[in-house]
Every structure is written in C-alpha cells, then in structure tokens.
C-alpha cells in the first residue's frame, strides 16, 4: 500500500528569523516574535513557517529587529510587525 503525502515538505517551508541579540532585544525582538507566531495561528499556516532565533547580525545601527525571510533581510519594529507579516510573510505564504 502506497501513501501519498500532499503539501509541502520542510523544504519547502519559510524560514523566519530573528535576531535575538542585546540590541535587537532592547528594540523588541521578543515582542515581534509573538506578534508573528500569534499571526501565524491566527491565519493556519504554523505548517508553512520555521522560526529560528540568531544571534547579532552587525546591523545594530539600524532601527527596529534584524529578521530574516529565507534570504531577504528586513529591520522591523514592534509597531510596525503586524503590517509587515501581512504585506511580507502571508503573500508569500499564499504565493506558494
Ligand atoms: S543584535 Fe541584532 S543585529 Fe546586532
């Protein structure tokens, strides 16, 4: 007997990361963290998406998080979290 499996393997998944260092802490990268897992449960794609944490980037100068979306860098701020999930991170989400 043969199984199919349909969907997407971990290969295929979006990889999430988020600078965890003391400066990105100081400017929030806890809150922004929560905000994307709790958008993640929000819309059902927690099968889509593989959050890791890293360490300092050497882009402390910048405001807001250093993250990473497979391998496009972004800065975000706490306030500015929820908008980016849904303009970066769900269209792309969709999108495959
Ligand atoms: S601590 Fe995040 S880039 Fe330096």
Redesign the pocket.
Known sequence: MWIIYKGRGMNDMITISV?V?????LNG?YNVLQIFQQLTEQYSIHDQIDFKAC??????QNHG??ISIDKDNFRVTSEEADAFFKKEILKKCNNQ
């Open positions: 600078c260092g003391t400066s990105c802490h990268s360490f300092c980037r050497k882009e402390c998080v250093s």
